[in-house]
């Protein structure tokens, strides 16, 4: 079930509950899971540094500690750091739309499409993470993710 402070008007652009025997395929393994919605990043054991999507390897030691990276969920809200409305894309594809670098609220940044009007986001804005309808293939929907706008009425 949606977030109830995601605007009712894009809600339609999240995925209702997600049967377990229901068949999906995600538009690329390992980038988020389904229940909770979660991207999913690693997280280095020597230096603690989150990255996303999820490497076996850490960018920022080097891995200085014997262990690898483990998989972690990380958090499914963050704030607009940067963004940019795409005004020419491939053919099927809508325009604008808006391709933003969102700070998740457990420090890393990633980069993803924001399923909002581009005259409503703004620097420093809350989003959320949705798991959207991508399209489908041999009869499956293709799920992807995006952000959303969190409902700035919501009490704090």
Same mark, same amino acid.
């Given at each position: 079930?949606?977030?109830?402070?995601?605007?009712?008007?894009?809600?339609?652009?999240?995925?209702?509950a997600?049967?377990?025997?229901?068949?999906y395929?995600?538009?690329?393994?390992?980038?988020?899971?389904?229940?909770?919605?979660?991207?999913?990043?690693?997280?280095?054991?020597?230096? !603690?540094?989150?990255?996303?999507? +999820?490497?076996?390897? /850490?960018?920022?030691?080097?891995? &200085? *500690?014997?262990?690898?990276?483990?998989?972690?969920?990380?958090?499914?809200?963050?704030?607009?750091?940067?963004?940019?409305?795409?005004?020419?894309?491939?053919?099927?594809?809508?325009?604008?739309?808006?391709?933003?670098?969102?700070?998740?609220?457990?420090?890393?940044?990633?980069?993803?499409?924001?399923?909002?009007?581009?005259?409503?986001? !703004?620097?420093?804005?809350?989003? +959320?993470?949705?798991? /959207?309808?991508?399209?489908?293939? &041999? *009869?499956?929907?293709?799920?992807?993710?995006?952000?959303?706008?969190?409902?700035?009425?919501?009490?704090?």
């Amino acid at each position: 079930m949606p977030s109830p402070h995601i605007p009712a008007h894009w809600r339609h652009f999240m995925l209702n509950a997600i049967e377990a025997d229901q068949p999906y395929k995600p538009i690329r393994e390992g980038l988020f899971q389904i229940d909770p919605p979660r991207l999913l990043g690693s997280q280095c054991p020597a230096c !603690r540094t989150k990255v996303y999507p +999820a490497k076996g390897f /850490c960018p920022q030691c080097d891995g &200085d *500690g014997a262990e690898r990276p483990h998989v972690v969920p990380l958090s499914p809200e963050g704030v607009v750091f940067a963004y940019t409305v795409i005004h020419q894309a491939p053919a099927g594809r809508k325009t604008p739309y808006v391709l933003a670098y969102v700070d998740l609220d457990d420090e890393v940044r990633v980069l993803a499409q924001i399923h909002a009007p581009h005259t409503d986001i !703004r620097i420093g804005q809350r989003v +959320a993470l949705a798991l /959207c309808a991508a399209g489908t293939e &041999d *009869g499956k929907p293709v799920i992807g993710y995006a952000f959303v706008l969190v409902d700035q009425s919501r009490g704090a």
